[in-house]
Nanobody
Framework: QVQLVESGGGLVQPGGSLRLSCAASGFPFSGYVMSWYRQVPGKEREVVAA??????????IYANSVKGRFTASRDDAKSTVYLQMNGLKSEDAAMYYCNARQSATAASYWGQGTRVTVSS
């Protein structure tokens, strides 16, 4: 059974930091591109960061809005992907989702999301 379980969301003041985690199981984690998305009510889900397969040699891709503030990484041994968020702004407040995607099979899995609130 495929599972993606996000954690680490919460309330943080502007300028603060949070670290999100997404623990995966039920599929061959290392063979999947792992991405973080976010969504606010009334808007489409948008990609925040995409972490390619470790063996691809390709670096992580970030949305322009988070470059220099967010860092995404993966630990294949733990089947976990992380999102370190620094310098949080009010516009970063959203539900954050983890996604696993394998282009060869078109397989795509989603977690249930973790909420990030940025407020003083």
């Amino acid at each position: 059974q495929v599972q993606l379980v996000e954690s680490g969301g919460g309330l943080v003041q502007p300028g603060g930091s949070l670290r999100l985690s997404c623990a995966a199981s039920g599929f061959p984690f290392s063979g999947y591109v792992m991405s973080w998305y976010r969504q606010v009510p009334g808007k489409e889900r948008e990609v925040v960061a995409a972490v390619p397969r470790t063996t691809s040699g390709i670096g992580t891709i970030y949305a322009n809005s988070v470059k220099g503030r967010f860092t995404a990484s993966r630990d294949d041994a733990k089947s976990t992907v992380y999102l370190q968020m620094n310098g949080l702004k009010s516009e970063d407040a959203a539900m954050y989702y983890c996604n696993a995607r394998q282009s060869a099979t078109a397989a795509s899995y989603w977690g249930q999301g973790t909420r990030v609130t940025v407020s003083s």
